[in-house]
């Protein structure tokens, strides 16, 4: 594919598109650079017109993986590549190698992050506001190992005369009511940015300032 492209006395810009270049693919098989100036090219010229009358080309290789080709062409026969430029070159490609290598490291611990955060957003969203959600998966020091020490509010609330109420209605009723009630409080202590902790029967516990700062 090709990636970019930077005529003479113009801006490079971004491509991306299948090459069909036979001197890049002769690299990329090879594994080998070129130099090969105008007497070089006449034959293949005369084969294919549109070829440039010169060309330097490096494989940009990291470790044992070819990850792409470096190449300048020119289409004047009166400019030949010397020794020099192909030193050049391969100078220029090392770093190429080296700097497409550190963006796929990135582009892959860039992907491991989403994914952690994914997971992170699965296991809380449900017991914490997404608001707060979000602050977490901002804030990497709210996520360490070990926890923080901070002063937080405890809700405890339940559904008064439960138990009576219980005693003389059906267990389907119950559980309607339950789930009516469960998401109300739900509601109000997402809404105010608390995390729910745990449900106990019909009482609901919930804490405030945690796992980060509220201003009240």
Excluded: C
Excluded at 28 to 56: F, H, I, K
Excluded at 58 to 64: A, E, S, T, V
Excluded at 117 to 131: G, N, Q, T
Excluded at 165 to 194: C, D, H, K, M
């Amino acid at each position: 594919i090709v990636r970019a492209i930077k005529p003479q006395g113009e801006s490079a810009h971004h491509v991306n598109d299948a090459s069909s270049d036979q001197i890049a693919w002769h690299i990329t098989r090879s594994g080998r650079s070129v130099l090969w100036n105008p007497d070089e090219m006449a034959q293949r010229r005369a084969q294919n017109p549109t070829l440039p009358a010169a060309v330097a080309g490096i494989p940009l290789i990291f470790g044992d993986q070819t990850l792409g080709v470096l190449m300048v062409e020119n289409f004047s026969e009166d400019r030949a590549f010397s020794k020099q430029d192909g030193t050049m070159l391969i100078a220029l490609g090392d770093y190429a190698a080296i700097a497409l290598e550190n963006q796929r490291i990135f582009q892959e611990l860039q992907t491991i992050t989403n994914r952690e955060k994914e997971l992170v957003r699965d296991a809380f969203e449900s017991y914490v506001a997404p608001a707060v959600v979000e602050r977490v998966l901002d804030d990497p020091d709210a996520r360490k190992l070990g926890g923080t020490r901070r002063t937080i509010s405890v809700v405890f609330a339940d559904v008064q005369g439960y138990s009576t109420f219980s005693e003389r209605v059906t267990p389907e009723e119950i559980v309607q009511l339950l789930n009516e009630y469960f998401t109300i409080a739900t509601n109000v202590i997402f809404g105010r940015e608390g995390t729910l902790d745990k449900f106990m029967g019909d009482a609901v516990m919930a804490f405030f300032n945690a796992p980060t700062d509220q201003p009240d």
